[in-house]
Structures are given as C-alpha cells and as structure tokens.
C-alpha cells in the first residue's frame, strides 16, 4: 500500500497528535479537543513532492476548546517533528457542538423544574418516556450572543417505545436554552399547550411486507474495473485520491484524466464546503432553524458505516474514516466511504439507414460511472453524499436526502399555512436544504477563467430573415464582484472554466462547464438575520482566486456566528479572477414542500451538480466504449428488424 501526503490522518496519528497537545501549555484541564485532522501540504509541497519526492512534514489542524475561558484555541501539530508548532487564540468564535456537549444538556433538562411543569401542564410525568433534542441555537441579534455563552435550544419529544418514531410525537410550544459549557438550563418558553399526536411514525422491519419482489443481482465475475491502491483510486483513465476528515467527510484530491497517455488535471480538490438549512415556519419551536450541518455539527463524525446489499450493491471497497472524540481519542467509523461501479444506461447510440431505409446496422455503447459515496445522519435526516465520475468525461455530486423530516404539533382539525398535515397532530414545516460545493480548479494547469454563456434571440433582420437565430453571448467574470452569479433556464446560463493558455485541435480553449441543475435561492426575506449568516446562499456562484485557509462557504466557525462571514468576507477585496488559480462554490438547493407522502420516513430526493467537458476533448471521449458482452444480434440491425413496417419506419 502506498502512502501520499494527502492521505488522511490514521488512528495511531490522531492518537499520537493527542499525546503532544495534552504536553502542550495549549491544553488544560477543562480543555477538549472539537477536531483533529490533516493540515493538507500547500500546492508547491505537493508539486515538489511529485517531482522530486521530498515528503512535506506531515502536520494536524488541531481545534481544541477552553470551557474555563470559552476560548477556541487552534494548535498545528507537527507529527515529523513531535512537537506544537504554533497556536493561536480564535476569540468570541464557538467550535462545533459535541456529542458530550448534548447529553450533559438533556440530562440537566430533564432535572429542571420550569421544564418538568411543562410537562406536567400537558399530562406528561414520566421523564423516561420523554426525549430532549438539543439544536444549535442560530443567530437573529445581539441578544442571541447570550454574554458570550455557547448555547443549544432544545425541543421536547414524547417516545412511549422504543420502537416509535422519536420524532412523531413532538411537544410543541417548548423550548428550552441551555448552556453547553455548564450544562446550565437558561430558560425555558411555553407558548402553550398543543394535545400531542398519536401517530407511532413506525418504520422498521415490520413494515416489509411487500409481495412481488424478486430477486436482483448485481455482479461483475471478472471483479471491479477499478484499482483502489491506499487512497489512490484510478478507473476508466480517471485518477483521485480520496480524503475524508470530521467537518466535510468525503473530501476529493487530485481528479485528473489519463487522456491517450497524457495525465491532464482536472479539480484539484472538491468537497461539500457547507450546507444550510432554514425552516420557513415562524412558530416559536422552528424560526431557530438554521442549522449549519457541516461547520455546527459535522459530516465526518457522523458518517454511517455502510453496510453491502443495503447502502451498496455489487463488487464493493471501502474505506474507513478516523475522527477525534472530545479526549483527542482516535474514532474509526468503519467502511465509511463505499467505492463502486455502476451501469448507467444507454452511453450513445445511433441506427443508420440510407435513403431506401436499408437494413443497416445500430452502434450502441453503455457507459459507466464510478461511484464514491458517504451518508450521515444529522438527527432526523439522513443525507448521502455520492461523487461519480463518468465514461464520458463528466464528474457530478448528487446528495441523496432522506430520513425523517422536523415536525411540529398542532390541534386536531388546523391547516398550517408553513407546513403539511402528516399525520392526526403532526404536520412539517416547509424548508430549504441548501449545499454549497468547492471546486478548487485546475483544468489542464493551475491558470483557469470563468466564463458566462447566455443564449439569445437574435435581432430580426436580413440575417435573420425569419428569426429563428440564437447565439450564445459569452462573458468572462474578471473580478470577485462580478463573479457572484445567479442561474438562469430562461437564458440556458452555463458557467465554463477555462484554461486560456492550453488549446485544443480546433483552436478553442479546454474547458469544463458548471451545468446548473437547480434555480430555486433561499426564500427568506431579504433582511432576515438568518439569511446574512448564511450571504453564500443567495447566489449559485462564487469564484476567488486561491487562498491558502480558504474552505468554507459560511466561514470557519458558523456556530452563534454573526452576519457576513465566509464568502462574503473572503470576496471583500474584489481581486482578480482570470487566468489564475481560482476556486468555484456551486451553490444548490432542495426545495421542500412536504408532502403527506414524506411521513413517517421519507422517499429519497436528490440535489446535484454536473460538470461536463467542453472542448476539453477533440471528440466524444466515450468513443472507444467497449461493446457490451450481453450484446445480441439485435443490436446491430435496423429499425425493422425490431419492429415496424417494410419501410423500417415505426409500425
């Protein structure tokens, strides 16, 4: 097994990092550490490394807590070295919450007497039958600061068995504050009493009793097409080399194609950089809403182990990811990435035929993609996080929603006017998750542009005598300013990243397109507190040139965060964007409505991004398809041998 300097921290690293933080000045008794993970080596380390050979120092971004002091502390380890190379204080920034963090919340809840009247005032004595589920707190004004407290607010859930749905049966018109440093219940809001529903929400195995199904096989005999070498993955002239860490999870590195022998770049490094979600419900249990998942909670740590036949099918490898618990402990989620092919229909097809529809024969070709995928489970949702590479050239994100949707409780007989009734009490508030991908670019070098197409009528006129012309009108985003865009199907807007300095054989710059897949933006009001924490979210395009510490769309440290940081905060200076090393965030949306139909777990929805080449190759790049080995005779004759008239035209 080989190992590469992007590789991600193994346990016995993550252990020995612990060991020399703790001997470290940094660390104190009331300290805990909120993340361990890789310091990624610079661009010219890693161009070093790969001319030369000469290993970087490998180092950890520790982000360690001070509940004494209410401090983030952040420390870089040297694991060459053995030793703290520098620290720094991150003053009034709050880290992600930690597990520990909410059981010390739920267990003082449950102790507090405001919160057990409220109970009472609602039939409900028996604290073992009640569950406490903490949120992070959101953001709307000064008074949200809470004189520098980490705060969560919890909501209240009745659960008579274990085999209930936990959130079918809300308590509404309960929220609790608590402080997640001391554990410290700050207050407790009753808005009134609402009956709670008896709905079970039940989903288990006693629900699968479905008839009909038959068996399905997914096999390859000959074994996977792919080489999986440590985390160096190559398939189908595709190379990449997977990471994974506590905050993104599934983190690409080094994406390049093998193009007749010649190895060109791609994307330097991709990963889900934030996600967002804001509930449209102004009632005083959900307005809180707004939960960054990745920079409050995080993706990594909560990464499911996958399980074959359930979460994957086929001839499967894995890879397990390592997180750091609050001790600075190594945490192994085991075959928490799955790696895997999959057929994906009809690659390109065409049936010739002459004039006189002569029986003349069918091309068809099958394509593949490659296949790397995650799921995390943030409370209720469930989200899988799928990368495929294509035969074709074409690399999407897809993020797979599912799980149980936040519900509320209301009376028998009312129609929410932000929600839907799904069951007798119980209705979901109306939201928006809301993904922003970080593509760090590098199309056949370092030296990339963007440039906007707008397809347009033309003019009526002599050269257009009948106006039926269209012409795609292109402009290049030059500056940070101008390169924050929104998408647009009225006008089939399309983002291209181009390499102006490497041509193709028709003279074109080489390319890859941002195909937007989604025009929803978030729905809340231009003023609303929650929306300037979250200022990435209001357009589907970023582009920055290259910063070193650049990742994340919301910003370092989103928990309790104020108005403007990340996107807006790093684009402040409006600094050049063409023809050099730039990063694109993708900003897209699932827009949900819920439906009766989401109740009591709901159907997977996707959200997606697509870029595809574009004058990257001289000709379809899928051409050399194999044909396929269960091709019959069938596929290779005309129209009508398969159905039609003695013409060959369609019967």
């Known amino acids: 097994m080989s190992s590469h300097p992007l590789d991600p921290l193994t346990a016995e690293e993550i252990a020995r990092v612990a060991e020399i933080v703790r001997a470290h000045p940094v660390f104190t008794e009331r300290t805990h550490f909120s993340s361990v993970a890789l310091s990624e080596p610079g661009k010219e380390a890693l161009r070093d490394f790969a001319r030369t050979g000469a290993v970087p120092d490998r180092e950890a971004q520790v982000v360690l ?226 939960v960054f998942d990745e920079g409050e909670v995080g993706l990594g740590k909560l990464a499911n182990s996958l399980v074959l036949g359930c979460d994957c099918v086929g001839e499967i490898r894995y890879l397990d990811g390592v997180c750091a618990d609050g001790d600075g402990s190594p945490v192994t989620i085991g075959n928490a990435v799955c790696i895997h092919e999959e057929d994906t229909g009809v690659a390109w097809k065409h049936t010739a035929y002459d004039e006189n529809f002569a029986d003349l024969p069918s091309d068809v070709r099958r394509g593949r993609r490659l296949v790397i995928s995650s799921f995390s489970t943030l409370a209720n949702y469930d989200y899988g996080f799928f990368w495929y590479l294509h035969t074709d050239g074409s690399v999407e994100f897809e993020v797979k929603l599912t799980g149980i949707i936040s519900v509320g409780g209301l009376p028998a007989g009312e129609v929410p006017t932000s929600g839907t009734v799904v069951a007798p009490g119980v209705y979901g508030p109306h939201h928006q998750h809301v993904f922003n991908v970080r593509l760090d670019m590098a199309v056949d070098g370092e030296h990339n542009s963007v440039v906007e197409s707008d397809c347009r009528p033309d003019p009526p006129g002599p050269g257009n005598p009948i106006g039926n012309a269209w012409t795609a009108h292109t402009t290049f985003l030059e500056r940070e300013q101008q390169a924050q865009r929104v998408a647009d199907d009225t006008v089939a807007r399309r983002w291209t990243i181009l390499n102006e300095r490497v041509h193709n054989a028709h003279g074109g710059p080489v390319g890859y397109q941002l195909v937007p897949r989604s025009g929803v933006l978030p729905l809340l009001h231009p003023e609303s507190p929650a929306l300037a924490r979250a200022l990435f979210a209001t357009r589907h395009l970023w582009v920055t040139p290259y910063r070193e510490g650049e990742l994340y769309a919301a910003g370092d440290y989103p928990f309790q965060s104020g108005p403007g940081e990340g996107l807006p905060r790093y684009t402040a200076g409006d600094e050049n964007v063409r023809d050099t090393d730039i990063v694109v965030w993708h900003t897209f949306v699932a827009h949900h409505v819920v439906r009766p139909e989401d109740w009591p777990v709901m159907p997977v929805t996707t959200a997606s991004m697509h870029l595809r080449p574009v004058g990257f190759f001289d000709r379809n790049p899928a051409l050399d398809l194999p044909l396929s080995a269960e091709t019959t005779s069938t596929c290779h004759r005309g129209p009508a041998a398969v159905g039609g008239d003695d013409t060959g035209r369609p019967a």
């Open 65 to 290: 807590y001070d509940r004494e002091h209410r401090m983030v502390r952040e420390a870089l380890v040297s694991l060459t070295g053995r030793s703290v190379t520098s620290t720094a204080d991150q003053k009034g920034r709050r880290p992600r919450v930690q597990g520990h963090d909410l059981e010390a919340v739920v267990r003082a809840v449950k102790k507090d007497p405001d919160w057990l009247a409220a109970m009472r005032r609602r039939g409900l004595t028996d604290p073992g039958l009640i569950e406490v589920h903490p949120w992070p707190p959101g953001y709307n004004d000064e008074r949200d600061d809470h004189q520098s407290r980490r705060v969560a607010k919890a909501l209240t859930f009745l659960r008579p068995s274990r085999d209930d749905n936990p959130f079918a049966r809300p308590v509404e018109g309960v929220v609790v504050t608590a402080d997640l440093d001391t554990a410290e219940v700050l207050g407790v809001e009753d808005t009134g009493c609402v009956p709670v529903g008896r709905d079970s929400g039940r989903h288990g195995p006693e629900q699968a009793t479905r008839p009909g199904m038959r068996r399905l096989d997914i096999t390859q005999p000959d074994g996977p097409g792919f080489t999986l070498d440590g985390h160096l993955l190559e398939w189908q002239n595709w190379s990449v080399r997977i990471g994974f860490n506590d905050r993104e999870g599934l983190v690409l590195h080094q994406i390049c194609y093998d193009d007749q022998g010649r190895r060109r770049s791609v994307i330097h490094r991709a990963s889900l950089s934030e996600m967002w979600v804001p509930y449209g419900d102004p009632a005083p249990p959900h307005r809180n809403k707004a």
